[in-house]
């Protein structure tokens, strides 16, 4: 039973293109979390949602659309991928006080 | 600004040795601390957090972290370490900012020699 899964696992694209990171949790949490690893280590938050509607977003900028479908769900659409964005991008869940989250497995982007 | 400092990129020690992650933080007022690990490849686990009470906090896999307030530090121990604790140890705050934002350390990478 994964608790927070994502897909998919690997992404490997080109330059320009539009692509989706999709999340799902099972554990009854309101809140969700999407987290950017580069690719030395440091993690950090970009968007958050709770109950589907957004309560963070970190200067993201805004090739990146968070959606959320349901309190289960909540996808990364990135539009025109730049070189930059490549790095590890980390889905979460808690309860909406937040403070134990539950996090993915990771989703390793490559833009080439 | 809120921040999170892990001193070491990375440490090694020895099978059965004693281990100590350091962090420190930078924030008004008590926040909440997290230590949490990775695995190569693999997302990331909760290992202990602190909200308030007792300094002294234990977690999962024989692990405990001490609150000093005094020295804004929440480091991390485990009296003995196995092959398996080699990974990447993040120390992180968490603020209440509308919603809960975790801020995170750049992380210590752990490395155990047999």
């Known amino acids: 039973d994964t608790a927070v899964s994502q897909t998919p696992k690997y992404l490997v694209t080109q330059m320009g293109n539009d692509k989706s990171i999709k999340c799902e949790q099972n554990?009854?949490?309101?809140?969700m979390y999407w987290y950017k690893q580069d690719s030395k280590k440091f993690l950090k938050i970009m968007f958050s949602?709770?109950?589907?509607?957004?309560?963070i977003n970190e200067t993201v900028p805004n090739r990146f659309s968070p959606k959320s479908p349901d309190k289960a769900h909540l996808n990364l659409h990135i539009n025109s991928l730049e070189l930059g964005d490549s790095a590890v991008y980390f889905c979460?869940?808690?309860?909406?006080?937040?403070?134990?989250?539950?996090f993915g497995p990771g989703t390793r982007l490559l833009v080439l | 600004a809120q921040s999170v400092t892990q001193p070491d990129i990375h440490i090694t020690v020895s099978e059965g040795a004693s281990l100590e992650l350091r962090c420190n933080y930078s924030?008004?007022?008590?926040?909440?601390l997290f230590w949490y690990v990775q695995s190569p490849g693999q997302g990331l686990q909760l290992l202990l957090k602190?909200?308030?009470?007792?300094?002294l906090v234990q977690g999962i896999k024989g692990f405990e972290a001490e609150f000093k307030r005094s020295q804004s530090s929440f480091n991390l121990r485990k009296p003995s370490v196995h092959w398996s604790d080699a990974a990447e140890y993040f120390c992180?705050?968490?603020?209440?900012?509308?919603?809960?934002?975790?801020?995170f350390g750049a992380g210590t990478r752990l490395f155990v020699k047999a």
């Open positions: 554990l009854g949490h309101d809140t």
């Open positions: 979460a869940s808690s309860q909406m006080t937040g403070e134990t989250q539950y």
């Open positions: 949602y709770n109950n589907k509607e957004l309560i």
């Open positions: 924030y008004g007022a008590t926040p909440y």
């Open positions: 992180a705050v968490g603020l209440r900012t509308g919603g809960f934002k975790t801020i």
């Open positions: 602190y909200f308030s009470g007792d300094t």
